[in-house]
């Protein structure tokens, strides 16, 4: 067999991948249909998803009333009836079982190993089952389905046995504010030379000054155009990190963009010996 | 000198007859023909539909704008293309019949050197027996006068609410070939949120049907929201959205006849169901406008132009490959008709190749799957991207200069789901690529670096700001061309 047998659980985070429709029903399909049902007995489940093997294919397995095994290709779940809340366990939260809600009667559409489509009812326990192998697909676990109080305490009871989730971190320092402060400082500077005439400076070095100003200016802009760069490059390295959004970033700029300017224009008018 | 005949001011045509008319010079004639004397932000008109809005707020006239630019403007509809001239013309030409500026009725030719078929889509309300706000007993909000229309409608349901009798309302989309699941979704959350505010959601039954075959496919086979560095599936997002709104759904569906408070609906299973209403907006197929085009010695040739659905077709592949052999290559990208190079099609009126979301049929073979969207951003980029290769050809290129393959353009979607200024919500998403490119993007066939959402407030204030400023750009006004499409 050429495809890889995996089960991924908690806090693998490749449970989250979407899964995608199947478009080719070639042997790879055959096979990785194969694998699940390996995993699946072998592990005493009710059901699979692909991705709980790595696959991010829309294939579901469930074992039926009659104890064979359903195999679901791209199912939807086309009709529901009834709530019922019920405990469930699945193998991706070992140990783990939880009061879940979810229809009591469902029918869905699905295709078969060779791509024609069906239709099945189903209630009760398959059901259940099946509704929480559809969610996978779509990159959801029980989790998703229970309130926050119960996810809490499930996360903390993970945790507890050592199992965290490997959460990207968002640095709580960001090298590109290294690019702001310098500006700032810069523009500090400057604002302090505008009051370089009440102290009575020979034109010389006011004209020294007002070189520093100009050239400190362009500083400032080269320093805002590099702060952008960076940013940019952190938020694709950060990417869940909402701090590196463009808009936080172009905010920045803009208001050490406007004091530059009016700094420009009071350099001209204040501290250029020429005017 | 040469002449560009846009048919159609929708948002592409406009977008293509104004960019042109700024970057070519006065030599150059630009030409609009539209049946329509007002322009209109399709996207606000849910907001008229439910009386957050009127039809004055979403329109404007055409024809100062036009004249103040120098596009010549015809109020008129297109009757058929000549693309290599005929009896009375050697030269390519259209024919048009006038609906207004005080020549109805009246027949013209136009002769063009170039031609952008812009012409939308023909709502197609005769596709389903009963449906449509003229022969049928649903509302739409597809129009400006549709949706004034189902916002009187609405008010007369909440004035029996008021009055303490309960009601029934069913949103979605009214055949299983419907495309634009956006705008009802739109709609059905700005009912809800309307209801509430006027006290009266619990006498509400709010039903959506739709023929997506699952919640959030939205004709682009769904979308995924980028969440801590992991994508979720539209589908959790919209079934969350729908039970917290207590919004009961129905998926899969084909509506196949509107009675007098009774919708009849095919399922994908083969399975038929009916559902009450006293209030139902759904959205209608779209189908061409029915042009007709004609070769030099008057032999009908509409098949070779146009794709049996009535849409132009364009650098496509149509070869009707099955859903495993579907690429993003098969997407057009220059919207130049394969037979006459003078000859483009923007927005809704090229003919897609296929669909985004899987294809599927019912048992007795209704066929019920979302249709290609083609609206909103990537109708704006299309127009813009023709009217640069239009521009570059008269200019000397011998071909488009300019690409716009919506398998490799992203776009933003602002869809509102109720409207004010401190409680309003709207959900925020970007898409990239709009067709699913599967080659580039091995499994969901998307760079979810640039594919991320949210719902809320800031949403909606987007979306307000969204309607000022594009109406502010369709007028034309100082700066217009700085913003995108």
């Not at chain 2, 000397?396 to 933003?412: D, I, L, R, V, W």
Request: proline share 5%; hydrophobic share 40%; with cysteine.
């Amino acid at each position: 067999m050429s495809v890889k047998k995996d089960l991924l659980v908690y806090p693998d985070e490749r449970i989250k991948i979407p899964s995608t429709d199947v478009r080719k029903f070639d042997d790879k399909l055959s096979e990785v249909i194969d694998m699940m049902r390996e995993v699946m007995e072998e592990n005493g489940a009710e059901g699979l998803s692909a991705i709980q093997t790595g696959y991010p294919y829309n294939i579901v397995i469930v074992r039926g009333d009659d104890g064979n095994i359903l195999e679901l290709i791209n199912p939807r779940i086309l009709k529901s009836e009834g709530m019922a809340k019920a405990k469930e366990k699945t193998l991706y939260y070992p140990k783990i079982e939880i009061e879940v809600p979810r229809y009591e009667k469902i029918k869905i559409i699905y295709e078969d190993r060779e791509g024609k489509q069906h239709h099945m009812e189903a209630e009760g326990k398959v059901a259940r089952v099946i509704q929480r192998k559809i969610d996978y697909t779509f990159g959801g676990t029980f989790l998703a389905k229970v309130d926050k109080a119960t996810r809490e305490a499930v996360e903390k009871a993970l945790a507890d046995n050592g199992l965290v989730p490997e959460v990207e971190l968002c640095p709580t320092f960001s090298k590109r504010v290294y690019f702001l402060s310098v500006a700032d400082k810069l523009l500090f500077f400057i604002f302090l030379s505008l009051f370089s005439k009440l102290f009575g400076v020979s034109s010389e070095t006011l004209s020294k000054i007002y070189t520093f100003d100009k050239i400190g200016i362009l500083i400032v802009f080269i320093l805002l155009v590099g702060y952008f760069i960076y940013g940019r490059y952190e938020a694709k390295k950060y990417s869940s990190c909402t701090s590196c959004q463009i808009g936080n970033m172009l905010g920045s700029m803009a208001k050490r963009g406007v004091v530059a300017i009016a700094l420009a224009v009071g350099s001209y008018l204040f501290v250029n010996p020429l005017s | 000198m040469a002449r560009v005949v846009v048919l159609g001011a929708g948002v592409s045509g406009h977008t293509a007859a104004t960019f042109l008319r700024d970057w070519l010079g006065p030599q150059h004639e630009v030409v609009v023909v539209t049946p329509n004397s007002k322009w209109n932000w399709i996207p606000s008109n849910i907001w008229v539909g439910v009386g957050q809005m009127t039809k004055d707020d979403v329109v404007f006239d055409l024809a100062p704008v036009y004249e103040k630019v120098g596009i010549d403007y015809r109020q008129a509809k297109a009757v058929s293309i000549h693309p290599e001239g005929g009896e009375a013309e050697d030269v390519p030409y259209v024919t048009i019949e006038y609906t207004g500026q005080g020549k109805e009725g009246e027949k013209e030719l136009i002769s063009y050197d170039y031609l952008i078929n812009a012409t939308g889509p023909k709502l197609n309300f005769g596709a389903t027996e009963g449906l449509g706000p003229d022969n049928g007993y649903t509302v739409s909000v597809c129009t400006a006068d549709h949706a004034t229309h189902a916002n009187e409608e609405f008010q007369k349901a909440i004035a029996k609410m008021k009055a303490g009798e309960r009601q029934r309302f069913v949103i979605g989309t009214g055949h299983g070939m419907c495309t634009c699941q956006g705008a009802a979704f739109e709609y059905v959350f700005n009912i809800e949120h309307e209801l509430r505010k006027a006290g009266v959601r619990d006498l509400a039954d709010i039903k959506w049907i739709s023929n997506e075959s699952f919640l959030g496919d939205f004709g682009i086979g769904g979308l995924h929201l980028k969440q801590g560095g992991y994508a979720a599936s539209s589908r959790l997002f919209a079934e969350s959205l729908y039970t917290e709104r207590g919004i009961e759904w129905t998926i899969g569906a084909h509506v196949s006849k509107v009675e007098e408070g009774k919708i009849h609906y095919e399922l994908l299973d083969g399975s038929t169901g009916e559902m009450e209403f006293d209030f139902s907006m759904l959205i209608p197929p779209f189908a061409g406008v029915g042009l007709k085009a004609y070769a030099k010695d008057g032999s009908d040739m509409t098949d070779k132009i146009f794709a049996p659905n009535g849409f132009l077709k364009v650098d496509a592949d149509y070869s009707g490959k099955p859903y495993e052999e579907w690429k993003a290559s098969d997407w057009p990208k220059t919207y130049q008709n394969p037979d006459y190079p003078n000859i483009f099609a923007v927005g809704i009126a090229f003919a897609p190749p296929h669909g985004i979301s899987k294809p599927m049929k019912s048992p007795n073979g209704t066929p019920i799957s979302p249709t290609p969207p083609r609206t909103g951003m990537p109708s704006g980029i299309i127009g813009k991207t023709v009217a640069m290769s239009i521009r570059d050809m008269i200019n000397g290129a011998e071909k488009p200069t300019h690409h716009a393959s919506m398998a490799e353009m992203g776009a933003a979607c602002v869809a509102s789901a109720g409207k004010g200024l401190t409680n309003g919500t709207a959900a925020a998403l970007t898409v990239y690529p709009v067709v699913p490119d599967f080659d580039k993007y091995p499994g969901i066939g998307r760079d979810l670096d640039y594919t991320f959402g949210e719902i809320g407030l800031a949403g909606h204030w987007i979306k307000h700001i969204l309607h000022h400023m594009f109406i502010y750009k369709a007028k034309l006004k100082p700066g217009w061309t700085l913003i995108p499409e």
